[in-house]
């Protein structure tokens, strides 16, 4: 199941009020923009939204209203949940059209029983979502799909240490139910637990891998830190990822690796682990090549795209790099707009001619944003409107 139309807003009506207005997404997109230009808010509220129909996490904000198209099997999939004060107000799910669910104010309302063929009257508590309360794959198999897509979406932010500072005990158990994917702060166990399911291919595919994006690695492996000191000291040893690079004889752990390898190894390793074992329904890495130089920011953000396609995973990254603008096309990109409290996104799917006339001026990418190109046809646009 993947996002084709996203609506958010919070606040409505009060003086810090803020929407996501009419935002739509493809199978690859790419956030742009500067900063405080909502790319990483946009990414938190869909991993919300995710969280709320899997049953991760109840309502965490006082105030909300999603308005979301999923595209899955041919079948549109529309879902709306607003609340207030930390209670549903409305809730509403339509499958091609066809009502499913309604929820109203009074926390009563509707939902459709496959197994008797009609809607059935429920009622549920004030500060609970529906469909993911409602598990019950009999008369309700079209919430799974939901809730399945809200379980299984990655979220990495590439501009933090992804782990590089956290070790392994040798006795924590590998099984994939303990970990909590994606897990930047298990990236050791992850990498254990890959090579207990898939030892030559999972360790052959973070090699190649790294290599694509520009890192020489010869080899990737667990051993004990033998210089660590603990206090109190531990009676087990204290195991660290290793790389051993081409031209480097011996091979280093994790805390000598520079920030920008560490990052890209643990981001692949993860990613390459979900699709071993659980394949993720989207992808959101915010900042997605922060601190890499050109060559490998470019090289790295295609290898991500190539496996998110291979998958048919949906890929949704955010950044305002200039080595990352020029290396994905701009069919895939997405630029937020905001506009008093409304942020509003322009993309390939909604403004098809300003991005084609912008092709035809021979420009990089990354000129899209820094010339007066958007600025201008935003304004002849808005002259033609009035």
């Given at each position: ?362 420009l990089g990418n990354f000129d899209l944003l820094t010339s007066d190109y958007l600025l201008q046809k935003l304004e002849d646009q808005n002259s033609s409107a009035t």
């Amino acid at each position: 199941m993947k996002i084709k139309k996203f609506n958010y807003s919070q606040y409505i009506g009060q003086p810090h009020q803020w929407q996501i207005e009419n935002c739509s997404f493809g199978d690859i997109n790419l956030i742009v923009g500067k900063n405080a230009t909502g790319k990483t808010r946009t990414l938190n509220v869909i991993r919300a939204l995710a969280r709320l129909v899997s049953q991760r996490e109840k309502l965490r904000w006082s105030d909300g209203t999603y308005d979301v198209q999923f595209s899955s099997n041919d079948q549109t999939i529309s879902y709306k949940l607003s609340y207030s004060n930390n209670v549903v107000v409305n809730e509403e799910l339509f499958i091609d059209n066809e009502l499913k669910l309604r929820r109203d104010p009074d926390s009563t309302g509707i939902i459709y029983a496959q197994d008797h063929g009609d809607m059935l009257k429920f009622q549920s508590p004030n500060n609970e979502v529906v469909v993911a309360s409602r598990d019950d794959a009999i008369q309700h198999p079209y919430l799974q799909t939901l809730q399945s897509w809200g379980k299984s979406i990655s979220r990495y932010n590439f501009g933090t240490d992804l782990g590089v500072k956290t070790l392994y005990l040798p006795d924590t158990s590998s099984e994939v139910s303990d970990l909590d994917l994606p897990s930047s702060g298990q990236v050791v166990h992850i990498f254990s637990a890959g090579i207990d399911r898939h030892p030559d291919l999972f360790k052959q595919t973070i090699i190649d891998d790294m290599r694509n994006v520009g890192y020489k690695l010869e080899d990737v492996f667990v051993a004990p830190i033998q210089d660590l000191r603990t206090e109190p000291r531990l009676p087990i040893d204290i195991l660290s990822l290793f790389v051993s690079e081409k031209g480097i004889g011996i091979p280093f752990p994790q805390i000598e690796m520079s920030q920008g390898m560490f990052r890209t190894l643990s981001i692949l390793i993860q990613v390459n682990f979900s699709l071993l074992v659980a394949t993720p329904s989207c992808i959101l890495i915010d900042d997605i090549g922060e601190g890499l130089d050109y060559e490998r920011s470019s090289s790295f953000v295609k290898v991500i795209m190539a496996k998110a396609t291979d998958a048919d995973i949906q890929l949704i990254m955010t950044s305002n790099h200039n080595f990352i603008m020029n290396a994905v096309p701009i069919e895939y990109w997405i630029i937020p707009q905001p506009q008093a409290g409304i942020i509003v996104h322009l993309n390939y799917r909604n403004s098809k001619k300003l991005f084609d006339d912008f092709e035809l001026t021979g420009l990089g990418n990354f000129d899209l944003l820094t010339s007066d190109y958007l600025l201008q046809k935003l304004e002849d646009q808005n002259s033609s409107a009035t």
